[in-house]
């Protein structure tokens, strides 16, 4: 993820001056960053976010940098699936970082990944069990996709989620 970093006296007196720095980034990428913008401790102490790029979730202008830092780290370490779990679970079911990092590291979830509609998510369920071949083209796959998304399964992006 990227974040845009401001000098917020700066901005305060009509200079725009900030830059692009990427997150994760080691202690002294940070504070290279901050002495850059001129953020020096004594004039001028305080940064804001202006913009932000390639982040699964929503960034406030007055995010705390070492806690979105942390963030960044934790989710460069997650798959791919993983990753739209996270942003499923933070930013469609508003879970705080914390509970949405503690039901992914203890994978209290089901999940298939390629589910597009009920019919996709009926079948991927269906395929755990034992149709008798003669039955299978009676099974309709759409209606249990869809009792299934009345039973806590979303579907999110392309993948079904079911909390446990």
């Known amino acids: 993820m990227k974040i845009y ?23 002294k990428e940070i504070e290279e960053s901050l002495k850059r ?8 102490e305080e940064y804001f976010i202006t913009d932000y790029e390639d982040s699964i979730f929503k960034i406030e202008e007055y995010s705390n940098l070492e806690f979105l830092n942390e963030i960044a780290e934790k989710i460069e370490n997650l798959n791919d699936d993983e990753k739209i779990i996270f942003e499923y679970l933070k930013d469609y079911l508003n879970y705080d970082f914390e509970k949405a990092f ?7 979830y089901l999940y298939y990944a390629d589910v597009k509609n009920e019919e996709d998510l009926g079948e991927a369920i269906s395929e755990d069990w034992e149709i008798p071949e003669n039955l299978i083209n009676y099974i309709d796959y759409e209606a249990i996709g869809r009792d299934a998304t009345f039973e806590n399964w ?3 992006k392309n993948i079904a989620i079911c909390l446990y």
Request: hydrophobic share 35%; glycine share 12%; charged share 25%.
């Open 37 to 44: 913008i001129g953020i020096d401790g004594v004039n001028y």
């Open 102 to 108: 503690e039901i992914i590291e203890n994978q209290d």
């Open 154 to 156: 979303d579907i999110y």
């Open 5 to 27: 970093l401001t000098n917020l006296g700066k901005y305060n007196e009509g200079d725009l001056v900030g830059e692009w720095l990427e997150l994760p980034a080691t202690e």
